[in-house]
């Protein structure tokens, strides 16, 4: 006997199920303007299907799969009637009768949350709809329990079929998924830093000690946070601060090495896992700029300040948060960027800072930040995916690699710019979501034609399997899967690629039509150049 929550989360069903080993699925179908609704609901406890009781505290996992949005109970987000749409980014910002479910479904949820976090349970979300089903009002149960979106139009997609797969892989040995439930992360310092937060799919559990820090960044006022399913994708970034002592005399006792201790402990099968990771960073008596340049890390500091935007968001408008984000970069590099006052062309980075202004610049334009044709719910995806991902993906989520590949050389990655298309090249791009394989006009010619079917052009065909392969290779080794695309100019999913790259070339750029390479972008955003034509002029006036 297994007790079911319906759609809603407002009204149970009590149904016998017939299981293969541990897994079980509740059909619960729901007419929707005509449409065939069909919700699965899964739980996963480490002794099996239990009876019917209260929750025990135990690590569980409930699935939910959806194909319509919620339309009755406290949980609602749009009533039935034709006349009234589902909410949109202008609704909610503008507070129009079309978002009035906003907040009182987002409070049901976070309510939801509270009662999931403390009993060890964990919400994953597969959705296959053509429109919006109220993720954006789910988010808390989804983000603080360290649960999973995926998500397709249809549930026969490859890249969701494989997702689905992997979500459910098992430990070669043992046979227990490999995931942890009931995780906890705490984090001890000595007394010359404190932990200011955490930015990621977790909630904090209030917990205090000498070590937790006066200033929050992210989930702060305390040392202690929870997530009730954690996998090998899931990350949290962590922010210190600096802190003096009380009785630290002198310089010496201020500049001792930093200890930090990262104690992690989960639930997998029926035995319980403690990981240990300690890590030592050396003080100074007084601050050595260059030398601190050196070790500056883009790829993670790039991922850190993006969190830091996305977890902003929740509580301020885009415009302040981009106005941040442009302020830190300019107090960055003029801290460590070489340059004579009033002079911009003199400026100049250290090597390890000669990304960063790039990957900002994408960042100000990726769909984690900007809104713009992108519903609420897709906007809750991708930033939910961002605060989960480990550094890697995080950063093609803000710059995607672009490799092109050419006939009369090897393949090699190329700047994300306008001028990388070439008619007789393929590119591909990898966004993290989608990979995909573009074939410039020359080829798509070519293939359009069926010369690479024929025996004399085998050349061709060996030419258009080199990066077929490597996007297959790609999709085969990401979790979630990741949509694997072949397109050309004409094809309507070539906007994706032109969304991402660098408009050195538009409409407004390119007055004698022709004389420049590469493909023109139709778009009214800055491009890098002109970004950082304004970044060196703003952080060259800085004292």
């Known amino acids: 006997l297994v007790f079911c929550w319906s759609d809603c989360f407002y009204s149970y069903v009590k149904l016998y199920i017939v299981s293969l080993s541990y897994v079980c699925f509740c059909i619960h ?11 699965f609901f899964f739980f996963q406890a480490e002794d099996g299907i239990r009876d019917a009781q ?59 949350m509270g009662s999931m976090v403390s009993n060890g349970h964990s919400l994953n979300v597969f959705v296959a709809c053509l429109d919006q089903i109220g993720l954006a009002e789910m988010k808390p149960c989804i983000q603080c329990s360290g649960g999973m979106i995926l998500s397709s139009e249809v549930w026969a997609a490859p890249h969701f079929r494989e997702s689905f797969i992997k979500f459910f892989k098992r430990n070669e040995h043992t046979g227990n998924l490999e995931m942890g439930l009931n995780a906890t992360l705490d984090v001890i310092t000595s007394p010359t830093w404190k932990v200011s937060g955490v930015i990621g799919p977790c909630v904090g559990t209030g917990k205090t000690s000498t ?99 996305v977890h902003k968001t929740e509580t301020m408008s885009l415009f302040d948060v981009l106005r941040w984000l442009d302020r830190s970069v300019i107090r960055l590099v003029a801290r460590f960027g070489t340059y004579q006052k009033d002079q911009p062309n003199s400026l100049t980075l250290p090597p390890t800072f000669s990304l960063f202004p790039a990957f900002v610049y994408h ?103 080199i990066p077929k392969a490597h996007a297959d290779a790609l999709v085969a080794n990401r979790y979630p899967t990741p949509r694997l695309l072949v397109v050309n100019k004409k094809d309507g999913n070539v906007r994706i690629m032109h969304n991402r790259l660098n408009p050195s070339r538009t ?19 800055v491009s890098l150049s002109m970004f950082m034509d304004h970044l060196k002029k703003l952080a060259v006036q800085q004292q």
């Open 29 to 39: 179908i729901n007419t929707f303007f005509g449409v065939i609704c069909v919700f």
């Open 54 to 112: 209260e929750s025990r505290g135990l690590g569980d996992v409930y699935k939910r799969q959806l194909s319509g949005v919620c339309t009755e109970g406290p949980g609602k987000v749009v009533d039935t009637s034709k006349v009234t749409l589902i909410r949109h980014q202008a609704d909610i910002r503008d507070g129009t009768s079309a978002a009035s479910y906003v907040k009182t479904s987002t409070a049901f949820y976070e309510k939801i």
């Open 211 to 309: 070590s937790v820090s006066d200033v929050e960044t992210g989930l702060g006022g305390t040392c202690q946070w929870t997530a009730s399913m954690i996998d090998h994708s899931t990350t949290f970034a962590v922010y210190f601060e600096t802190h003096q002592p009380q009785g630290a005399a002198n310089a010496s006792q201020q500049s001792a090495d930093r200890i930090v201790q990262f104690i992690t402990t989960y639930e997998q099968g029926t035995e319980m896992k403690v990981r240990v990771c300690t890590v030592k960073h050396q003080g100074q008596e007084k601050t050595n700029f260059p030398a601190l340049a050196t070790q500056f890390d883009q790829l993670t500091s790039t991922v850190l300040l993006a969190r830091l935007c």
């Open 363 to 465: 960042l100000r334009r990726s769909a984690c930040l900007q809104i713009f044709n992108s519903s609420p719910d897709e906007t809750t995806i991708l930033r939910l995916m961002l605060l989960k991902a480990n550094c890697e993906d995080a950063v093609l989520m803000v710059q995607p690699a672009l490799y092109s590949y050419s006939m009369d050389g090897p393949p090699c990655a190329v700047p994300l710019d306008s001028s990388a298309v070439d008619p007789s090249k393929i590119l591909l791009m990898d966004t993290f979501y989608d990979v995909l394989v573009y074939h410039g006009d020359v080829i798509h010619s070519w293939v359009e034609q069926n010369y690479h079917l024929q025996p004399e052009y085998a050349h061709l065909a060996e030419f258009l399997q």
């Open 507 to 525: 409409h407004n750029t390119d007055a004698d039509r022709g004389t420049q390479g590469g493909e023109l972008i139709l778009t009214d955003d």
